[in-house]
């Protein structure tokens, strides 16, 4: 894998850091919901679902 695409992962990896931080997620700490979700749970799982897809991304179109 070349240095450009491992710079990739790391930017994501940071943008992880980011968006797990305790302040941000507790912007998302209300008592609405989505679908009987609560909002929180839905921030959670969609960061983590779009982190793994990124990843999957960069690694299988780039790896060498």
């Known amino acids: 894998m070349k240095k450009r695409h491992e710079q990739k992962l790391i930017i994501a990896s940071?943008?992880?850091?980011?968006?797990?931080?305790?302040p941000l997620m507790l912007?998302?700490?209300s008592a609405s919901?989505?679908?009987?979700?609560?909002?929180?749970?839905?921030?959670?799982f969609s960061?983590?679902?779009?982190s793994i897809l990124i990843s999957l991304l960069v690694v299988k179109r780039?790896?060498?």
């Open 33 to 44: 919901s989505v679908a009987g979700i609560p909002i929180i749970y839905v921030y959670f």
């Open 27 to 29: 912007l998302f700490d």
């Open 47 to 50: 960061i983590w679902l779009f």
């Open 14 to 22: 940071i943008f992880l850091l980011l968006a797990f931080n305790m």
């Open 62 to 64: 780039y790896y060498e």
